[in-house]
Structures are given as structure tokens and as C-alpha cells.
């Protein structure tokens, strides 16, 4: 039963918001205040610069690295690209050089480029070398009713094509408008994968007559959470939600608003996500299974016209984030870097910044920041990975977009 309608004509929203941001300054909003202190801006890190690999990508989303040193790259509009010779080095290429394969592989799902959502993460089974298997999550459907999905499909390297694939898992219910896929995808050291679900949307879009972003509060839906499936995309018997009623089974946590950014610490096994708030709030936690990480009821957000989202920044039952960062810097992929280029950044967390066009690293000291510092890298950074090789390397999401590595000088 199709349950989405807007609260409002968007014209008339729009021309509300346009009032009400012309009121902010008399009006005299002011950010949330809790236990967390926020960052704003920081220091520019010294001695590294940017190396492009290769060019020529269009909003590439996600990357994933072959056996052999090429990668497959996602782009937003549908296409999976390959690219050869991606680490330096593996001589996929007689010269050496990356190379961009002219020929998108084949084979993808049908996915709706709209806003924010299009093709999205990717990441290659645990066994790829044995059994060539990619998954792949993507916005599907129309502009006025779409999900997250996720896809596996076998890499037909020969034929440049995707074989056999099929649809593991469908967010249960569809939303409207373009915004909020979450779509982060994490193996984790037991074969199960972790995927994030964004809460839907913005105001005015509605679920069930009220706000949409409410439902990741509500563990009945998939809105605002993270699941954690089999690697055939079923909910593991022993997930935090799957007995209790009403609960969907794959949710793994919830109280989140955009996960963008989803990584694990080889060495203490912390799981750890970013994710956009609205106006200012963005956020690193820390994942445990079974937690409540508090959006929207608890945030340190603003509304993007203007007041407060909630009047509490704690509550019981409720996680605090790690990372608060005000203004907004619109995070994006995330890793923990454990390279040789940087020994200094060792075990610190690197995070993608949209909205700046920059790289944070941020250090902590168990639970709580020691040090922060950003890269500019003058372009929107939708993705961040370290290499096979240790390399720290980073997509941009342009219309000429690039695969770049991250080196000392």
C-alpha cells in the first residue's frame, strides 16, 4: 500500500523556508549545546599532496580493487567502470599506467538516477577470487517511489559483464523524492555485511502522516538504521532485532539520519559509521549491535531554515556520537588508515567531506578526539579507501571525476 504524500506543495515550502531563513538572524536560533563540544574549522595537514590515477569518471560513488590491481569504480548514473592498473604497479597494463576501460561493464541493475540516488556502494564477497561475486546497492524505482536495494552479481572480467544478478534485499517500504539512500556496504569477520539506510528525507517528505525521518526511531521500518544480512541477504538468526515484534529482522542498529561513510579497525574491531546531519550535527559513531543512536529525537542538528530539529542533545537509551561536526561538512566515505606513507596517521580515522572539498583525519584517544586536522583537496570527496597496496586513495564526485592517491612529499 503506497503510504508517502508530502505535507505540503513544495512551492509553498520552498517559499516558506525562503521567509523563514530571511528571519533567522532576528529571530536569533542558536546551535544545541551537550556533552560533545562541536569541531569546526581545523588545521591544514602538511606533507602530502594529491596524485591522480585516472580521470574521466562521472560522479563516481564507490571503488572496490580486483585481485590483480584494477579496480571497478560505480557512477551515479548507472554505470560500473574498470580500471586497469589502478594500484601502481600490478601491471595490468603493458606500460604500467592506469588505464579507464572505455567499456562500462555490463549487466547492472536498473537503477533511478534521481538526486541523491543512482548506483551507489560496492564491495566484492570476502571469497571473490573463488567465486567472483560483487555486490552492489542502488537507489530502484521512480522518482516518486523508490528504495535502497542491494544486488550480487558474478564478474564476467572476459565479457565485461555482471552474470546472473539478482536482488538480495529491498528496503521494505518506498519513499518519494531523491534524497537520504544511506547505502554504505562493510563485511564483517564472521561472512555477514553491514548496510546503512538513510531515513528517508527531508521535511515536508512524509511516511504514515508524519514526518518521514521520525520512522528511524521506529524499528518496524528500515528507515535510518543499519542491517546486517547474510551474504545472501538474509537477516542472521542472531541479530539484535529479530525477535522482537514487529522489529525488522535485518536492523542491526538505528537512529540515523544519512550513513555515508562505514568502516572497521582491523585492530580494535571497532565498527565505526559517519553520517550528515542537517544543519551543522554530522556525526562519527561508533557501531554496537542493538543500539539507538538517537536521530531525530536526540541531535545537535538545525533544521536547514532555522530552529532547532530536537531540544535534546542526550537522553536515556540513547548513544552520544563520538565526533560532532558544526558547521556541517557533509561527510562522506570513510576509512582507518593503516598505511606507511603517513606512519603519524596510523589508526586515525579519515573521512570524506562533500561540502568542503576536503579530507578530515581525526585522531582519537580512545572514545574521545585528540587531534583534527583536514586535507583540501579543492573538490567534493565522495569516497575514501585505503588501497592493496596501504595507499590512501579517494574518488571525487564530479562530472570529471577522478581516482586519486593521497602521497607524502
Known sequence: MQRIRHLQAPGRARAAAIWLLALIPAIG?????????PTGDVPEAEGWRT???VAGLRHPWGIAWLPDGSALVTERAGRLRLIH????GAGSTPDGKAELDPTPIRGTPKVCACGQGGLLDISLHPDFADNQLVYLTFAEGTEDANRTALARGRLDLDNKRLQDLEILFRNA???SGGQHFGSRLLWLPDGTLLMSIGDGGNPPLAFDGENIRNQAQNPGTHFGSVLRLNADGSPPADNPFADQAGAKPEIYSIGHRNIQGLTRDPNSGHV???EHGARGGDEINLIQAGNNYGWPEVTYSMEYWGPRISDKTQAPGMTQPTVVWTPSIAPSGMTVYT???FPAWQGDLISGALAFKQLRRTQLDGRRVANEEKLSIGQRVRDVRQGPDGGLYILTDEPDGALMRIVPI
Open 51 to 53: 596524485a591522480t590515477v
Open 272 to 274: 565505526w559509521v559517519n
Open 173 to 175: 517500504d518506498e519513499k
Open 339 to 341: 598505511g606507511h606513507d
Open 85 to 88: 592498473n589502478a594500484v601502481a
Open 29 to 37: 536560533f542558536t546551535q544545541p549545546a551537550g556533552p560533545i563540544e
